[in-house]
């Protein structure tokens, strides 16, 4: 018996040193393995066939883009029938992409190969921190879009208002028609999280006055964080109006009940694209790069915007054309007093 | 108070191993190392991540906190916070209570809806969230306009719910933190000897009488316990105000402290200085907790000798659990369903139009296919993490023999991340695992970390449940015969203990694959789990693809639940 338990014991001993180990050999592992998720890539040299084919080898490319998501949907489909190339999509606002931008600089790995944004004061700090990679796409080259050696404008998306018909039995004409009476409590309006919509309601300002922020927070508007989330909620019927969404072409040919107007002068929200250095497909970056820059990128992109090139059919207007964001006027002291306003008025 | 007198006698040692003495030394020697390895682990996981958002919100003067005290209307943030705390722990713990008591009383026939009130985990809380919504929303909710057929709100063009308020974002929330308590009420209730029930009754006692004379006052620890937890888990809550709260600004401090982290230029030191009070009133319950149960063995009123008798059958109790199952359950998913097969949501009901286009957008979707891939693995490699470490924490824990410090040291630690909202513990592992040395933000791993962490408490929890369940007489025999330590867990303990850990795994999973929170934090864009691609489609997709894509995770999910279940026995969920 005695012996036996002896023998036990040192077998227990055993096995406990054994799970001991696991654990932590599993902990370290754990932590230790999984740093990298992947390589960074380097860019192939001698030419743009060089870098075609490489981009064709790499076989895939991510972009973090807050345009119309069909847009981009439908630019990710034309690249990757064009040229075997996967493009994984990864679709928000300018709010929740930048921080993640910001984490992925941080591990020195960006997992986004190109981004597409619309706030120019990030793209710009990027481009002064040196983690941008240089364009060499040459669909940029006839056009007149780089914003200094390492960003570009992409399009710009026309933002507007809509309603919903079944909601409200009228037109609106313009902004100031959002402040009618029935519609107290069923508009919707943005979140002003980052400084493209920071000037649009500057714009709104400029437009019918300085009290104008005051009188739509009047209206007990509902808050959306951006312009797709408030188009569905006015498909929705949630509410009868909105103040910033793309005009409603696409739902109102499937069948929503919604309309839309424009203001004279439009406003519109600038993209800015750029590639981040060190990301796993430089290659694949440039190319897609030159895809959205060329005349069918355009066209897929800028569909019901307005885009960098000249006659492309479906966009509504050129680059030229429409509001571009003052930077030298919506400074940060800027944003952040109109934030503390409209967080005083409107929640 | 009837529990005293049912007192164990505390344990008297290790009677049968005193001739080697030496030996014994030695193996104490080595547990002691042992538990102060595992002291370590813990403590870099749980406190690594709060000491870093801590000091970065003490940075350059404390400039974190500066800012946090300058946010619009911190003061209705901070009361908001409060009543969605308090409140919807008021509504869990009421229909929690009541539910475990009728559970408790089925009818044998019946005894199928004693897993009714769990299902609500078993949800992901995001599908219920968005299934509410499309009910309840003023304008298009289904169920408003059923209301205003009615003929006193037939005048009304909205309402008369509004989900998008904040009693209802309250209601929403108690629901889904009813089965919390349920779970810690039954295990209590569980506990209950029905003799003593049976004496009551045949006493004379009603039923009523018998609930408030002799189950609530044994159930003292389970209450105390369910209602701490869903206090704690009340303040932490964060789906709910984050999806039916923004429309309107009703922020709490949760969601701004998102918000902090989601903005132009992000701010997570204020965004970790907001979330303090939540750390510390979390602490503070943990501790008033942790003195209102005193000593837990107190409350053991069997051994785990024998089969527990059932108590008298109600007719009432069946169909009470049945009507909360409607209520709670069906009615959102109903909402979910109508919105998944319609070409777009409002308020009209219309079956001519419905079509399957939507799931088979949301299948044909490499981003959902790989973050229902990424949430199961993730979930998983957690549950292999967590569990050994839950294990070894409540069998240290429970061996009431020195080490004091490292003993109350693990007790603190491992109930932090219930007091700490995983809003919290994901910008802290955001930061921790961005940087150097380990270097983990965009790969699953730092994933799975922050739900092996968030996890800690339920595993620790329901195996000390368990083992407490079991009592101490099994233990005490092996050691009397002769048994290790070691060989006392791996033969006798682990064995006996199936059941729980078969629970704790299905509980632990299904939380974990629909986790929200942590999750919106520290997923990256590339690495997505189920909740945040939902919340990704809410944000930026069409209202019926989210739909279809709420089902698809609720299925899934249910899925793992089945798996855990042919692993863990039939009725594993409704034995946690």
Redesign the interface.
Known sequence: ?DSD?EE??MK?NL??RLS?AA??L??TV???A????EPAGELATGGWDEVVAAAKNEGTV?I?SSQG?TQVDDLAAGFQDKYGVKV?V???????????I???L????P??DVLVQS?E??VKKYSEDGVLAEPVAPSLKDIDVMRDDNYFDVDATVITFAWNT??FHGKLNNYQDLLNKDLKG?I?VP?P???AFVDFYLYLEDLYGDDFSAKLAAQDP?????A??AA??L?????AAAAYVEPQADEKK????VDWGFEKEQWSAMFYGSMLKGSAHPNAAQLLTDYMMSAEGQQRIARKAASARPDIPGTVATLDTVHRMDTTKIT?EVIADYQ?KW??L?? | MTAATLERPPLSGDKGSAPRAQSMLWTDARRRFGVWVLLLIVAFLVGMPLIKLQGLAFEDGAAGYDRAFHTPELGTLILRTVYLAVGSMIVALVLGTLLAYAASRLPRRAGVLRAVPIIPIVLPAIAMVVGWAFLLSPGPGYLNAALRTLPWWDHLEEGPVDVYSLPWIIIVTGFGLTSFVYLFVSAGMASISADHLEAAHVAGSSGIGVFFKVILPLLRPSLIYGAGVGLLLGLGQFTAPLLLGTNQGIRVLTTQMYFSTSQVPVDYAAASALGSPLLLFGVLVVIAQKLGIGDQTRFVTHGGKGVVRKQRSSPWAATFIAIYGIVAVVLPMVGLLIVALSPYWNSTFAPSTFTLDNFKTALESSDIVEAIVTSLLASIAAVVIVLPIGYAISAIMLHRRGMRVARSLLDFLVALPLGVPAVIFGAGFLLTYSEKPFILYGTPWVIILVYATLMLPFATRMMTNGMLALGTSYQEASWVNGGGRLRTHLVIMLPLLRSSIGGAVALIFVLLTHEFSASMLVRSPTTQVMGTVVYDFWSNGAYPTVAAVSIVMTLVTAAGVLVAMGIGGRDVLSRL
């Open positions: 018996m338990n036990l014991l227990m096995s406990k001991l654990v932590a599993a902990t754990g932590l230790a999984c740093g990298s998720d991510t973090y998501a994984e990864v679709r928000d606002i300018d709010a929740n992409l930048l921080p993640k910001d984490a992925e941080r591990t020195g790995k997992a986004a706030t004061s990030a079944d909601q069923k919707g979140e999280t980052v400084a509902k808050i959306y964080p951006g797709l989330p569905q909620a498909s929705s019927g949630e509410i499937a069948g929503a009940p940060p503390a967080n005083k409107f929640r």
